[in-house]
T-cell receptor, first 113, second 114 residues
Framework: RKEVEQDPGPFNVPEGATVAFNCTYSNSASQSFFWYRQDCRKEPKLLMSVYSSGNEDGRFTAQLNRASQYISLLIRDSKLSDSATYLCVVISPYNNAGNMLTFGGGTRLMVKP | GAVVSQHPSWVICKSGTSVKIECRSLDFQATTMFWYRQFPKQSLMLMATSNEGSKATYEQGVEKDKFLINHASLTLSTLTVTSAHPEDSSFYIC??????????FGPGTRLTVT
């Protein structure tokens, strides 16, 4: 089982739709979580951190469920410009020597007119 | 803020030559930088963690003698692909850690080895 798993998609949705992605992680000691957005042939860009209490930034809402070990990203009122690959990132303790950063495989979103 | 640059953005080289890629944090100091490789339609694969003033930590399966990493200052890390071969052709991306584990990525370097 992969440490961080995402449904690769693609998720094809019409403009204006609400879409949600989940990302599951296997290490219960994981401590920090992020969502990144990556456009085709470009570098990932930080979209938002994920806080235990959940957090919202405009049309984007991120939530963390520690009991079930997953994080989610909800996008409301999808725009064409939201089309991208969304990567979840999990920070976990590593061999008592620091922290390890693990990327999920990414979920591809395609918003259609 | 939190800008990371990479140079070059695109390079074509002949098989057997070496290529150096620079990663700079422009407006913050980064004790830790990371190097990733990404093949088409695949996710990022961490190659190594670069700590200023110390040896890089390589992920399993990454040859440290082939991918030389030098993190000489708090704003610069370099990755040298030695004796490059066509299978090394990929998109190489660096990132720098600013705070609270937030990663900021460089724009990437597309390497093509002919």
């Amino acid at each position: 089982r992969k440490e961080v798993e995402q449904d690769p998609g693609p998720f094809n949705v019409p403009e204006g739709a609400t879409v949600a992605f989940n990302c599951t992680y296997s290490n219960s000691a994981s401590q920090s979580f992020f969502w990144y957005r990556q456009d085709c042939r470009k570098e990932p860009k930080l979209l938002m951190s994920v806080y235990s209490s959940g957090n919202e930034d405009g049309r984007f809402t991120a939530q963390l469920n520690r009991a079930s070990q997953y994080i989610s990203l909800l996008i409301r009122d999808s725009k064409l410009s939201d089309s991208a690959t969304y990567l979840c990132v999990v920070i976990s303790p590593y061999n008592n020597a620091g922290n390890m950063l693990t990327f999920g495989g990414g979920t591809r979103l395609m918003v259609k007119p | 803020g939190a800008v990371v640059s990479q140079h070059p953005s695109w390079v074509i080289c002949k098989s057997g030559t070496s290529v150096k890629i620079e990663c700079r944090s422009l407006d913050f100091q980064a004790t830790t930088m990371f190097w990733y490789r990404q093949f088409p339609k695949q996710s990022l694969m961490l190659m190594a963690t670069s700590n200023e003033g110390s040896k890089a930590t390589y992920e399993q399966g990454v040859e440290k003698d082939k991918f030389l990493i030098n993190h000489a200052s708090l704003t610069l890390s370099t990755l040298t692909v030695t004796s490059a071969h066509p299978e090394d052709s990929s998109f190489y991306i660096c990132s720098a850690e600013q705070s609270s584990y937030e990663q900021y990525f460089g724009p990437g370097t597309r390497l093509t080895v002919t």
